[in-house]
């Protein structure tokens, strides 16, 4: 295969992850619905990290940092799938060692967006930030998810005299 197929590749699988996203957030009202999107969301979002690791790879030019953004826009997607998928409030999981691990992942992520913005010259440059933003909101939803757990025992402690 050539570089532009596997560049066009990942990033049509990174448009399509990021499409099965939004129909995930409409869907959540509906169980079931949601449980399928869910699931067919991290096939694919894992499909993709393949084949983005296979990009970088085998993408000897400045489209590599195409690929390197998408890998970073995943990865921080695999460690909440991990997460959600484990579910949190089960007794197994170190809740504080997931948001401790996300946050690194988080911060590495981010990193690797922005030496990618710098580095891609082509019409490509907007990936990295648009995947930035995405994965910002993400963790704007795990900053305050975060926050309630650590909170709700004082605060139920508060009310419930």
Excluded: C, Q
Aim: no cysteine; aromatic share 18%; hydrophobic share 65%.
């Amino acid at each position: 295969m050539n570089e532009d197929l596997i560049l066009k590749i990942n990033i049509w699988g990174a448009i399509v992850f990021v499409l099965f996203l939004f129909l995930d957030i409409i869907l959540i009202g509906t169980e079931t619905a949601f449980n399928v999107f869910a699931l067919l969301t991290a096939i694919i979002g894992l499909i993709v990290l393949i084949s983005a690791v296979v990009g970088t790879v085998l993408i000897i030019n400045e489209d590599k940092w195409v690929a390197i953004s998408i890998v970073a826009f995943l990865s921080v997607w695999v460690m909440f799938s991990i997460g959600y998928i484990l579910g949190f409030d089960e007794p197994f999981m170190n809740y504080r060692s997931f948001f401790i691990t996300y946050y690194i992942i988080f911060v590495v992520s981010a990193v690797f967006m922005r030496i990618a913005f710098k580095k891609i010259i082509t019409v490509f440059k907007i990936l990295p930030g648009v995947f930035l933003f995405i994965n910002a909101l993400i963790t704007l939803y795990i900053v305050f998810m975060h926050m309630w757990w650590v909170l709700s025992p004082g605060v139920s402690e508060v009310f419930n005299g």
